[in-house]
């Protein structure tokens, strides 16, 4: 499998953000999160990635224990959060060349120009980030994801605040993602989950329905 959670639990305080969840991904799925807003999902998702360390339990990718080995899980994951971070000053090959700097990606002009295609950004890809609408922002924040051929993408809320139209274009580029990669999409929208995923994982106040 390339997801599993088991028995994960987080506490802000005294509130439960996540309460002792367990549930798993198979490689190859791509599998729906599903919650209304503040259920939990970013929470898991964050603690999936490594940029949120757990109370209790165990989030464990591609056989790696992320708390354990948070660095060598990341190499694994790729992962467009709620708030995608884009550099808007900067030209589009321009950032994903920096993002693919972090990764250390080897022959990255190659990789930069298949991710483009990947996306379906090509016919933007001359634009600074910032010239572009929200749904091409979003590409721009997949192909970011993706540079480094991640085995895993972890994608919060990706379609939050597009458009009729662009949700339609995004929900064909995450269906055709997943038949390369593993995926985890988070959405508050039962129509979103039905229309991209194998399967759907409910969360609830913290806890699996």
């Not at 490689?27 to 109370?55: R, Y």
């Not at 992962?79 to 990764?103: C, T």
């Not at 990255?108 to 483009?116: L, Y």
Request: aromatic share 6%; charged share 25%; with cysteine.
């Amino acid at each position: 499998m390339s997801i599993e959670v088991n028995n994960l639990s987080k506490n802000y305080g005294e509130q439960k953000a996540v309460d002792a969840i367990s549930f798993r991904v198979d490689k190859g799925e791509i599998v729906g999160f599903l919650g209304p807003n503040g259920a939990g999902k970013s929470t898991t998702m964050k603690i999936i990635t490594g940029f949120l360390s757990q109370d209790k339990g165990d989030a464990v990718v591609c056989g790696i224990n992320v708390k354990e080995k948070p660095l060598e899980t990341k190499s694994k994951i790729g992962y467009l959060p709620e708030a995608n971070p884009l550099y808007y000053d900067m030209y589009i090959r321009e950032y994903l060349d920096f993002i693919a700097d972090v990764h250390r990606v080897g022959n990255k002009k190659q990789r930069i120009e298949e991710v483009i295609t990947m996306v379906g950004l090509t016919v933007e890809s001359r634009k600074k980030v910032g010239q572009l609408s929200k749904g091409y922002k979003q590409r721009v924040g997949l192909a970011a994801a993706l540079i480094h051929d991640p085995e895993v993408l972890i994608l919060d809320e990706p379609t939050t605040g597009l458009d009729p139209n662009q949700i339609i274009e995004i929900r064909e580029v995450i269906r055709n993602l997943g038949r390369q990669k593993t995926v985890l999409f988070s959405s508050h929208i039962l129509q979103e989950v039905e229309a991209v995923c194998d399967r759907v994982v409910i969360i609830n106040k913290g806890r699996l329905v």
